[in-house]
């Protein structure tokens, strides 16, 4: 199977480029295979990986145009010649493996961590099933990336938009019965840029590899502000 | 150019469960605490975990934390050390509800409680009725827990070295570890942190076998860094093959599938668990189900065209029960098994799934340096997790037990931490002769050359390792392993890099855990091979029993000369009695 594969070293190469690799596909083969394959045969390509199920998160690539987890990638799904390029939008560090500090920034400026304010009790804070249930679809997160690095609005505002996983993770939070600082979740995503920025264009949903849906969420935290406006 | 040094209260390598628990701890006490890890935190092996995290909470069944005390210490099959079996029990409790109070989005029942669900080894009243002791998340309570304690270490505004890779520990002339020298993935560049109290947090090291269910970063690096800092590992040769891994692929379907009723049948459609444990059936021990599953399989009872495998049902399950409590589990049967456990079994196998032995500790995290049944620990080094050996797990682990381990160990190291930097409130001076030695161990990887590649290696040991230290033993055949990882390990000195740059060098870090694999699987296969018993994972058809007599003890391994030596169990627990050796049926 014929791949083209985004090369760049800074300390050598003066601009990136695409090298051509010929890699033996078989059955039930996932991009992250075929990566490690082509890594066999030159061991200076460099990408990032580890659990190989799609439960880490760190191997999100752009595969023919569309940000993907390369281990829950089937070659079979893919059109030769397969295309592998970095996260579009972010600073390239080696081949595939970009910077992600903006993302990791973004991520930490919702406060994204169960804020009580009453005193604890002994045990368990209780929750029904139901309230549970609110937190299925957004606490699944792997913060991969590939959701923010196919967003326009992450892309010509990165550090005024939060980016669907930070906004994800901020309705996480406010969708947790537990949760004891909706107002300031709210009030801090204020404003024309860190939520708002949000058009709804939708890459976001199809870049999710968890069939996660950070547009919904988003409309969520809009609807909820609406809701305490009125 | 001189190396660049940073000082700190404490360092934490390895950011999954136990380093960032024991992390939270100390930010929470404002000591000045690093965190290393080789990969962005939320990417540790932690993530992974499943199935969940036992404790007697008794939301759904009776239960109490001594009940779970006797299924831990049948499950090591009495090779685990009772005092650190009854402290990691009664902690539990505790333990759990202070990650609900963090925020970990457990399932839940109708009452509002957390979930719990049925595991393997787990009774109620000392061997009676199953019970229900693994607080869940649905299937992914691993994430559920891991991404909460990234996010309250956040809050605790701990200091984190995303993308380092520890290579060596720096000690002085008494043995005492005064830091690590680390290594900046991005850059390439080393550097040099000196802690007055070390936390190693390391992880697994599942990536010395060619099939398993752990992560490219499971490759043992605390260990071998141990190793390499003249201490021992302890009970390296009990080594846990989860019955299901995904047939031919090595990824985890978790034990909660038969937790929540699925089972396992060969090629005729039988029901074989209940040949082997006609109580607890599918829920035996997991050691215990490993081993029905490959003899099925060599007696010619296996499914598929190989008939290498055997087969998970979980079809008879309602749809809903799936899509609750186990819809990870259907996403990985879809992806890499192509099947929808709905409609059809899954294929699974044993796969390499956790080490028993480690870093031997007492049950406050202290590392144990010596044989001496009344040693005393090296003061400052803490080690949590599965890198560490406590030694709660004994000869086989249970299903639940692991999470708990690292959330327990970790919590009760960062407590410990705190204590002694108080006592010890001043960095010990550098020894530069160490820090040279650690230098040259990653210098040496910059000699250029045509040589064996590190894939090559990597390909012959990890295949190495599968054929001769797995599911079943025997002496010939962990002999010739032993020789054979010997030569590998000679090997490795004409191993050269393709890459020699700094920019993210993967060849490097690679090359750098390859090292570590070797050190830690001539470990594995050397303390295998001396014990001439079968006891929990540990299975040798020429010794088919066990031997309380003269096995009944630990097995420590230094890699100089690969000695080992021996030290007794502790069958003492703290409060209450101790429960002696049994026969082990299920």
Redesign the interface.
């Known amino acids: 199977m014929k791949f083209s594969v985004y090369r760049y070293n800074p300390e050598t190469d003066n601009e990136p480029y695409m090298q051509a690799f010929d890699i033996e596909a078989r059955q039930g083969m996932m991009l992250r295979d075929a990566l490690m394959a082509i890594q066999e045969q030159d061991e200076s390509f460099t990408f990032r990986h580890s659990c190989g199920e799609g439960v880490c998160g760190s191997d999100g690539v752009n595969v023919n145009g569309s940000n993907k987890l390369a281990c829950i990638t089937p070659l079979s799904e893919l059109k030769e010649t397969v295309e592998v390029r970095p996260f579009p939008g972010r600073p390239v560090i080696r081949d595939l493996v970009v910077d992600m500090s903006q993302f990791y920034a973004q991520y930490k400026q919702v406060d994204p961590w169960l804020i009580r304010k009453e005193p604890l009790p002994e045990q368990e804070i209780l929750q029904s099933p139901e309230e549970r249930d609110k937190l299925d679809g957004l606490y699944e997160c792997i913060m991969c990336g590939c959701c923010s690095t196919s967003c326009p609005s992450f892309w010509w505002n990165p550090d005024k938009f939060l980016g669907p996983q930070a906004l994800l993770s901020a309705c996480r939070f406010l969708a947790d019965s537990r949760d004891q600082a909706s107002e300031e979740r709210l009030n801090s995503l204020e404003g024309p840029y860190k939520l708002f920025r949000c058009h709804t264009i939708m890459n976001c949903v199809e870049a999710c590899p968890k069939g996660l849906n950070p547009t919904k969420a988003i409309g969520h935290i809009k609807a909820i502000m609406l809701k305490d406006a009125i | 150019m001189a190396l660049e040094k940073q000082r700190f209260d404490t360092l934490i390598l390895g950011a999954g469960g136990a380093g960032l628990n024991a992390a939270l701890q100390l930010a929470n006490a404002n000591l000045k605490v690093a965190v290393v890890s080789k990969?962005?935190p939320?990417?540790?092996?932690t993530?992974?975990a499943q199935g969940g995290v036992n404790a007697a909470?008794a939301n759904v069944l009776p239960d109490n934390w001594h009940w779970h005390m006797f299924d831990t210490v049948k499950g090591s099959d009495y090779l685990g050390d009772q005092d650190a079996i009854e402290y990691m029990c009664r902690e539990a409790i505790p333990t759990v509800?202070e990650l609900?109070?963090?925020?970990v989005?457990?399932?839940?029942?109708?009452?509002?409680?957390?979930y719990q669900r049925a595991f393997g080894g787990q009774s109620q009243n000392f061997g009676g009725d199953q019970a229900a002791r693994t607080c869940a998340?649905a299937d992914?309570t691993g994430?559920?827990i891991l991404?909460?304690l990234y996010?309250?270490n956040?809050?605790a505004k701990t200091h984190f070295f995303d993308e380092y890779f520890a290579a060596d520990l720096i000690q002085d002339q008494e043995g005492i570890i005064l830091g690590a020298l680390v290594l900046d993935i991005?850059t390439g560049e080393p550097l040099l942190i000196e802690a007055k109290t070390t936390l190693l947090a390391t992880g697994g090291c599942g990536q010395v076998f060619r099939t398993t269910s752990n992560?490219?970063?499971n490759t043992g690096d605390g260990k071998a860094m141990i190793l390499r800092a003249g201490l021992p590992l302890m009970d390296m040769e009990f080594f846990q093959f989860h019955p299901t891994g995904i047939a031919g692929?090595g990824?985890?379907i978790t034990e909660g599938v038969r937790g929540e009723g699925g089972y396992l049948i060969n090629k005729d459609g039988e029901r074989f668990m209940e040949k082997y444990a006609p109580n607890a059936k599918d829920l035996a021990s997991r050691d215990v189900v490993a081993r029905s599953i490959v003899t099925e399989v060599r007696e010619g009872r296996g499914c598929g065209p190989e008939a290498d495998h055997v087969m998970l049902k979980v079809n008879h399950l309602d749809e809903a029960v799936i899509a609750k409590r186990l819809p990870?589990i259907r996403?990985?049967s879809k992806?890499?098994a192509?099947v929808d456990p709905v409609k059809d079994p899954i294929p699974v196998f044993p796969t390499a799934h956790y080490v028993m032995g480690g870093i031997p500790t007492d049950r406050f995290g202290r590392v144990m340096p010596t044989s001496d049944d009344d040693g005393d620990h090296l003061p400052g080094l803490y080690a949590a997790g599965e890198c560490a050996c406590a030694s709660v797990h004994g000869a086989n682990r249970l299903g639940g037990n692991s999470l708990l381990d690292i959330l327990v160990f970790g919590r009760l190291a960062g407590k410990n931490i705190i204590d002694y930097v108080k006592d010890n409130p001043s960095h010990r001076p550098l020894d530069e002769a160490n820090v040279e030695w650690a230098m040259g161990r990653l210098g040496r990887w910059d000699t250029k050359g045509d040589g064996i590649?590190?894939?090559d290696l990597r390909k012959e040991f990890r295949k190495t390792m599968e054929d001769h230290a797995g599911v079943f033993r025997v002496e010939d055949m962990m002999q010739e392993g032993v020789e054979k990882v010997r030569a590998i390990r000679e090997k490795l000195a004409d191993v050269r890099?393709?890459?020699y740059?700094?920019?993210?060098?993967?060849?490097r870090t690679e090359a750098l855990e390859l090292e570590n694999m070797i050190d830690v699987g001539l470990s594995i296969a050397t303390s295998a091979l001396h014990r001439k018993e079968s006891r929990g994972a540990h299975s040798r058809p020429d010794y088919p029993k066990r031997d309380d007599a003269e096995w009944m003890k630990h097995t420590l391994y230094w890699q100089e000369g690969d000695r080992l030596d021996y030290k007794g169990v502790r069958s003492q627990p703290l409060t209450v009695e101790s429960f002696p050796p049994k026969e082990r049926v299920y």
């Not at chain 2, 939320?42 to 092996?45: E, N, P, Q």
């Not at chain 2, 989005?105 to 957390?114: A, E, M, Q, V």
């Not at chain 2, 740059?501 to 060849?507: Q, Y």
Request: aromatic letters at 8%; a positive charge; glycine letters at 6%.
């Open positions: 990969v962005f939320t990417r540790s092996h993530v992974a909470l509800y609900e109070h963090n925020g989005p457990f399932s839940r029942l109708d009452n509002g409680k957390i998340a992914r994430h559920a991404h909460t996010q309250q956040i809050r991005a992560a490219h970063i692929k990824m985890l990870g996403e990985s992806i890499f192509g590649t590190v894939s890099l393709t890459d740059s700094n920019t993210f060098n993967t060849n």
